[in-house]
């Protein structure tokens, strides 16, 4: 497995932002405005569905890496034949309001079938916050011998913020916060921070021990496009000018 240089480079750094547009998120123009935000913001790569044309439409609007995101392995396919450079199995968070649980075994298997599938491709495995820390860190390294290459975690729809302000955003970020923390000290892939983080959390989840972040409904539920790609770039700025916490 290769994986993309400029992913291999923000990893190693420990800056890289992964914009995403959502798993379910099929509408063209939300993905397009997705896409078009986290190229001119200046993040390292985007995540969108894997949906083979909505990887072609991607490819004609940034030249950054795409990831494509699926609980279904033969998804992945078409969408890495029309371009996609990593894949991601999650993140789950879309699900759980539909009362859609994923548990160890199921995420285990759905890894060994996509490598299956797919045995080059970098592949980034969510870990479902819905099991204890402890089991969380279990699957994560069960899934780096299962092939994972990178290791997501998340954890924003389990919090439930009382403040407003900062303090509420850093409340939000908790539960993935403390997962990447546990997580990036018993595997040696890089684990991306996901669900629930802002810019006043990113460079928290770099901090715990994360080499990059996933944001999401900071960006994708914004209005308009100038402001989508303000806060890409602020998350860009808040990357590069954390404070380095060495442990």
């Known amino acids: 497995m290769t994986m993309h240089p400029t992913l291999q480079y923000a990893f190693a750094n420990r800056c890289a932002l992964k914009v995403i ?3 379910n998120n099929f509408d063209t123009n939300s993905v397009a405005a997705t896409v078009k935000a986290a190229h001119h913001g200046g993040a390292t790569f985007v995540d969108i569905a894997a949906d083979p044309a909505l990887v072609k439409l991607a490819k004609r609007l940034t030249n950054i890496p795409i990831c494509v995101s699926a609980v279904e392995p033969e998804k992945f396919v078409q969408a890495v034949e029309n371009g996609a450079e990593l894949i991601e199995i999650g993140n789950f968070d879309s699900f759980y309001a539909q009362g859609r649980r994923f548990e160890t075994e199921e995420v285990l298997t759905l890894t060994y079938q996509t490598r299956a599938l797919l045995p080059e491709i970098t592949l980034s495995v969510t870990v479902p916050h819905i ?11 069960e899934l780096v011998k299962a092939g994972a290459d990178i290791i997501q ?14 303090l509420g955003l850093i409340e939000k970020a908790a539960p993935t916060l403390a997962a990447a923390y546990e997580i990036s000290r018993a595997v040696s892939v890089p684990v991306l921070c996901a669900s629930g983080i802002s810019n006043v959390t990113a460079p928290l989840a770099i901090a715990a021990g994360a080499a ?3 944001v999401g409904s900071a960006i994708n539920q914004l209005n308009s496009e100038v402001a989508m ?7 860009v700025e808040a990357l590069a000018t954390r404070v380095e916490v060495r442990g």
Do not use: C, F, K, Y
């Open 229 to 235: 790609i303000a806060a890409v770039r602020g998350l």
């Open 212 to 214: 990059g972040v996933g």
């Open 131 to 141: 099991l204890t820390l402890d089991r969380q860190v279990q699957l994560a390294e």
């Open 21 to 23: 547009s959502g798993l």
């Open 153 to 166: 975690t998340e954890g924003g729809t389990s919090s439930n913020p009382t403040h407003p302000g900062s």
